[in-house]
């Protein structure tokens, strides 16, 4: 099992940065498709950025060209790095990882969630 425990949000204002922590503890991580969604109140949880078991990222097309997905195996830390927030980056960031390691084709459209963290609050005013 895979515990996660996200950080780093904040509130700051448009054309701003934030970087994203995740922490993982519990089972290693090496190998293990790892993800950061999103989620506003009243819509849906979205994926953000994919970071497959063989560290191939993909990205979803709202943020593409602002965000930059990353593990550091020795430290079990799954990061997200958000450049030139937009109001509409607003939301819960949620790191999840999934069960099975070294599965191929794990991408924004077919990542499978077996774990989540409790997620960070990111605000970006105008």
């Known amino acids: 099992e895979v515990q996660l425990m996200e950080s780093g949000g904040g509130s700051v204002q448009a054309g701003g940065s934030l970087r994203l922590s995740c922490a993982a503890s519990?089972?290693?991580?090496?190998?293990?498709?790892m993800a950061w969604f999103r989620q506003v109140p009243g819509k849906d949880r979205e994926v953000v950025a994919v970071?497959?078991?063989?560290?191939?990222?993909t990205y979803a097309n709202p943020v593409k060209g602002r965000v930059s997905i990353g593990l550091d195996i020795p430290t079990a830390t799954l990061i997200l790095q958000i450049d030139s927030l937009m109001p509409e980056d607003t939301g819960k960031y949620y790191c999840?990882?999934?069960?099975?390691?070294?599965?191929?084709?794990?991408?924004?459209?077919?990542?499978?969630?077996?774990?989540w963290g409790q997620g960070t609050q990111v605000t970006v005013s105008s």
């Open positions: 519990g089972d290693t991580v090496n190998g293990r498709c």
């Open positions: 999840a990882a999934e069960l099975r390691r070294f599965r191929r084709g794990c991408t924004t459209g077919t990542m499978n969630t077996e774990y």
């Open positions: 970071l497959d078991g063989f560290a191939t990222s």
